[in-house]
């Protein structure tokens, strides 16, 4: 394993933790003496001047407007100029004309547009807008530009130069389209790797992000003196990689010194690096110190105002997330005077924006916003505007405007990728493979750019997206192939000999995701195979047939893979590599002729030993990860792991409070079938199969979402069920308080007889079922809903809760048509974790309604 490697990095980094956390206190105010951050962009006198004349020429309605963005699906140029907006922005999978494969021209066109009408207004001094856009691995909304790897892999690169290209070259993309500013970097430092946005981070560790964060945000801004430059925006402030239990938008519980030494790093040096504008964060604050709870971040005056603005003397201006002001107790989307006097001087209103300035004129003209924030707000923003050049020129005067070409750095990517490349076991043949060997690739990640790019590439979440959506790229397979080696592909390996072949690379891991969708729950594990059976199944069919098996695995964030790692001999942690996939293939195939690459990655995360090791933190008591942060074996050294443990806990990993069945939390333990008469049908993994026996069919649906649920309809007598192979096991103390929970949405009420029951002993009854017809019924047409219902109303049939087999089990006599997710068990039908902002909802059932 290499030991003494791995401790080696970790001693440098325990120490930068441990001098961090000596910061000095402010006496009596326990509040952390937080550092001034000179900008490397002066305060300018000349600037000074000419912010103050424009602003005193505004009237109330170009003001408000000044400090509104808004989407660019719900305005037009003629509302930026009827509005006085101050900016657009275009979410994730929103593109010009709604055209997914608009061209650089046509963004900059729509830029154009909405630039020159702003210029249109009969505002005393035209103040033009300014365009927003989430360019957080390149350009990523963009069809034909490159996509870096997210930045967990860059973290693992260890390479600060390379980061600064990668910043200079996502700026020049930006600017091909007409935007002038973007969403960038984010400088988490992740506390629990269950967070779905864990991939967006360099790093649990806070001097790595620091490090990263300043050269990042010079390469892409730069001084505002070149062509590529972009106004750069460090996200999302503060503490939103440290919520507990890595809930997404949740509580961040840390005293104002571990604010200071963990997660604010990032927001020291890029702001001294001169970054312009901060993003707000959705997370809450709980102050663990002093017992103070700041809640929403987005209407925490002491963090926007008192530390950002006043002592570390940020003069940029603040831009709310996604309606993030909706976020903040007793506020909307569109109404929050709380989140401007906090210190919010922009709101990202995407769809509300209209309501949003007609509630916050009156806030000013009634006194519950003084018109002194107001001008404040106003005078960051146009501030920032004169220094990034925005009124000098518009988008098309740029030497990079609407050119493709810009929107690519192909050799840039495939660098990062080869030294993001992390070497975890090496116990197998010699890396790289030498040229013209014959290699059975299987897996579903070797040919999936969606699979490689991850979320944040072309749309949201990264879904919906297929090869032939990028243009300019290669996946891994056709890495493999270009590199000469004789390939052979089998998605699932069926069907194929491995003994015919010199060796095997199996390419698997996480299919793409972003924030809220990419959560793992509380209770769910970091076990791999539990959410994608199919990758340890594909394993399973290649290992032991006498050749080598190398392992690449794609992923946002460290995960439990012990049983992935026995059955490889060689396991690379290729992270999210992006848009190049010759960049993994530089690694296993040696160039013909040419020098081999060298592994030069090194763990920017901590690697679990257990399913439930998390958090898991270099400097945390008792700690003990598989791999160490830094860990990282070169192409020549060799591991000797031995076999792993492979054993984990059948209920999660909080199971006195929930037992997932089936969901995104484990996809495996109690996998779905269909039944009719005697015949039996497993869904299968592929989620866009339709399956189908006399009776009945299951398709992929959504509840909460994307693919988190099946869509059952029934034509005949037939059933739906969860059923695994060993007992759930629950103990008996759950017939009181417990309950069976499953989202579901009735398309069609039943027109015979639905029951819903549980089974044992290799799924023979062991109680009656429950008669749920008129509880279907009348959830008909109501949309999504997540049902509890009592375990004591299935023991009270009979049910022996030790012995259940087939915890879901849903039959019908007749037509009858809902979808169903994310079904589990939980410790108490009231005990439900705090429900997320996509969460149905929730309809507890009475015994009596089951008769």
């Not at 604050?285 to 017992?291: E, I, L, N, R, S």
């Not at 924006?353 to 004129?361: C, E, Q, R, V």
């Not at 739906?720 to 499953?742: I, K, V």
Request: proline share 6%.
């Amino acid at each position: 394993m290499n030991k003494h490697r791995a401790v080696a990095h970790l001693v440098p980094h325990a120490l930068a933790l441990a001098v961090a956390l000596t910061l000095p206190v402010v006496a009596g105010a326990q509040q952390a003496a937080w550092p001034q951050a000179k900008s490397a962009i002066a305060k300018d006198p000349a600037i000074e001047a000419r912010v103050a004349a424009i602003v005193a020429k505004m009237t109330l309605a170009q003001k408000v407007g000044q400090i509104t963005q808004a989407e660019i699906k719900t305005v037009t140029p003629d509302d930026v100029r009827k509005y006085y907006l101050g900016s657009v922005l275009n979410g994730g999978g929103s593109w010009p004309g709604n055209d997914k494969h608009a061209r650089a021209a046509d963004w900059l066109r729509m830029a154009d547009a909405y630039y020159e009408a702003s210029m249109r207004t009969d505002m005393a001094v035209k103040v033009p807008m300014i365009w927003g856009t989430d360019a957080v691995h390149g350009h990523n909304n963009v069809y034909g530009a490159t996509m870096f790897p997210h930045n967990i892999g860059l973290g693992a690169s260890r390479d600060a130069a390379l980061v600064g290209e990668i910043g200079a070259a996502t700026g020049k993309a930006v600017r091909a389209t007409g935007i002038l500013w973007a969403f960038g970097p984010t400088v988490a430092v992740v506390r629990d790797d269950r967070w779905g946005r864990t991939y967006e981070s360099f790093s649990e560790d806070p001097k790595l992000v620091g490090d990263m964060s300043g050269v990042y945000v010079k390469g892409m801004q730069g001084a505002f003196k070149d062509d590529a430059n972009v106004i750069a925006s460090i996200k999302h402030y503060m503490g939103d990689g440290g919520t507990e239990h890595g809930i997404n938008t949740g509580v961040t519980k840390a005293s104002e010194r571990d604010m200071l030494a963990i997660h604010a790093p990032g927001y020291v040096t890029g702001l001294q690096a001169g970054a312009q504008t901060v993003m707000a964060s959705f997370n809450s604050w709980d102050d663990v110190a002093t017992g103070a709870k700041h809640g929403k971040l987005h209407g925490s005056r002491r963090a926007l105002t008192g530390i950002l603005k006043d002592e570390m003397g940020f003069d940029g201006f603040v831009v709310s997330d996604w309606n993030g002001i909706g976020e903040v107790a007793g506020c909307t989307n569109d109404h929050c005077a709380q989140a401007i006097n906090a210190g919010i001087d922009m709101a990202m209103v995407p769809n509300d924006w209209k309501a949003f300035i007609a509630n916050t004129m009156k806030d000013v003209e009634e006194g519950r916003i003084p018109m002194a924030r107001l001008d404040d707000a106003v005078s960051r923003i146009v501030r920032v505007k004169l220094r990034a050049g925005v009124f000098d020129r518009k988008p098309s005067q740029n030497a990079y405007a609407g050119k493709d070409d810009a929107l690519q750095a192909r050799e840039l990517a495939r660098r990062a990728v080869r030294e993001s490349l992390v070497l975890l076991k090496n116990e197998g043949p010699a890396l790289p493979l030498a040229p013209g060997k014959r290699i059975l690739v299987v897996g579903k990640a070797a040919d999936s750019m969606a699979n490689q790019t991850g979320g944040w590439a072309l749309t949201w979440q990264g879904t919906a997206n297929t090869n032939a959506d990028f243009p300019a790229a290669d996946t891994i397979l056709a890495g493999l192939k270009a590199a000469g080696a004789q390939v052979t592909y089998s998605a699932d390996a069926k069907g194929v000999d491995p003994s015919r072949f010199d060796a095997v690379v199996a390419v698997i891991g996480e299919a793409p995701y972003a924030e809220g969708d990419g959560d793992i729950v509380p209770s769910g594990t970091l076990r791999h195979s539990s959410r994608y059976p199919e990758d340890l199944a594909v394993l399973q069919a290649v290992r032991g047939k006498g050749k080598p098996v190398v392992t690449v695995f794609l992923s946002g964030r460290p995960l439990w893979v012990n049983d992935l790692m026995n059955l490889s001999d060689t396991f690379v942690a290729a992270w999210l590599p992006g848009t190049e996939g010759k960049g993994v293939s530089d690694l296993l195939v040696a160039p013909a002729g040419g020098k081999p690459y060298e592994f030069q990655g090194k763990l920017s995360f901590s690697w679990p030993k257990g399913v439930c090791q998390t958090p898991l933190n270099v400097g945390d008591k008792d700690y003990a990860p598989l791999f160490a942060f830094g860990y990282g074996l070169r192409r020549g050294e060799r591991s000797t792991l031995g076999r792993l443990d492979e054993r984990y806990p059948a209920g999660g990993c909080i199971p006195s409070n929930s037992w997932p069945l089936f969901g995104p939390a484990d996809r495996a333990s109690f996998p779905l079938r269909v039944k009719s008469g005697a015949r039996v049908q497993a869904l299968g993994q592929d989620l866009n199969a339709t399956t189908t026996l006399p009776g009945i069919s299951a398709a992929v649906a959504q509840i909460n979402t994307q693919q988190d649920a099946r869509l059952v309809t029934w034509t005949g007598p037939a059933t739906y069920e969860a059923h695994g192979t060993r007992p759930l096991a629950l103990p008996a103390a759950l017939a009181n308080g417990g309950a069976l929970r499953f989202d579901t949405m009735v398309q069609s009420a039943p027109t015979g007889k639905v029951t819903v029951a549980m089974a044992c002993d290799g799924g023979s009854a062991c109680g009656a079922p429950l008669d749920a017809t008129k509880l279907f019924a009348r959830l008909a047409g109501k949309g999504r809903q997540s049902v509890r219902i009592p375990l004591a109303c299935f023991t009270a049939k009979g049910v022996r809760l030790d012995a259940v087999t087939t915890p879901f089990r849903v039959t019908s006599s007749g037509p009858f048509a809902a979808a169903f997710g994310n079904i589990d068990v939980l410790g108490s039908a009231r005990d439900a974790q705090a429900p997320s902002p996509q969460a149905a909802p929730a309809v507890d059932v009475a015994c009596g309604e089951l008769q």
